[in-house]
């Protein structure tokens, strides 16, 4: 018996096993790492949509301009609504914007209404 084991003996000292804090540790890296990849393709596939202002053509048609961020070299799809004075929805549209090689873009929509509209904007926009 060496003199570690034998001072362990009479102290009552128990080595410690390792291999439960070496697992726990392994699974806390690949949980923060996977977590990590998903919030980063998430945030790669997310398109930003600022309004950038309306026209009221007519009684029955609103032009919404706005600005899209984010995705490049894929298509876009966004829905265009128009609202009345009790910001109830009179009219909207599904705007599909083919892919391109810009970081941002203009986009102007013509959405018709049922009637007059008193404003126009962006609800969402996602990768199509």
């Known amino acids: 018996m060496t ?3 034998e001072l362990d003996e009479r102290y009552g000292r ?5 291999a439960p804090w070496v697992i726990a540790i ?4 690949v949980g923060v790492g996977a977590f990590a990849w998903m919030t980063a393709t998430r945030e790669m596939q ?9 026209d009221l053509v007519d009684s029955h048609t609103v032009t919404v ?7 490049q070299g894929k298509d876009v799809a966004c829905v265009v609504e128009a609202l009345d004075e ?3 929805i009179v009219g909207w549209k599904v705007v599909e914007i083919p892919a391109g090689e810009e970081h941002s873009q ?8 049922v009637v007059e509209a008193t404003t126009g904007l ?3 926009c996602w990768v199509a």
């Open 65 to 71: 301009r706005f600005q899209l961020t984010g995705v």
């Open 46 to 54: 997310s398109v930003d949509a600022d309004d950038l202002g309306f």
């Open 122 to 124: 962006v609800n969402t």
């Open 3 to 5: 003199t570690a084991q």
């Open 26 to 29: 392994i699974i806390a890296v």
């Open 14 to 18: 128990t080595r410690r096993k390792r």
């Open 86 to 88: 009790e910001f109830g």
């Open 106 to 113: 203009a986009i102007s929509a013509t959405v018709p209404t």
